[in-house]
Nanobody, 113 residues
């Protein structure tokens, strides 16, 4: 059974940082791309960043480029999203996903102004 569990969310002031972690199990970790998405109230779900465990390529949305980084640890089976210079508009529930097929339950990030 594929399981994705997010951790590391919380409340932070604008300009601060948080590190989200996605713990994965139930599939061959090295064969898939894992992505982070977010859903803010009243907005569509947005793809934030992803990393391929096959070739290490990464991608970021324009809204987070230069502020967020993504990393993968195959030994721990985790994909981390380091979020720096946070803005109030980064407030959302953040989800990790495997190829857009399997999803975690999400974790709330709140950035106060």
């Amino acid at each position: 059974e594929v399981q994705l569990v997010e951790s590391g969310g919380g409340l932070v002031q604008a300009g601060g940082f948080l590190r989200l972690s996605c713990a994965a199990s139930g599939f061959i970790f090295g064969d898939y791309t894992i992505g982070w998405f977010r859903k803010a109230p009243g907005k569509e779900r947005e793809a934030v960043s992803c990393i391929s465990n096959v070739d290490g390529r990464t991608d970021f949305s324009d809204s987070v480029k230069g502020r967020f980084t993504i990393s993968s640890d195959s030994a721990k089976r985790t994909v981390d999203l380091q979020m720096n210079s946070l803005k109030p508009e980064d407030t959302a529930v953040y989800f990790c996903s495997v190829n857009g097929l399997y999803w975690g339950k999400g974790i709330l990030v709140t950035v106060s102004s």
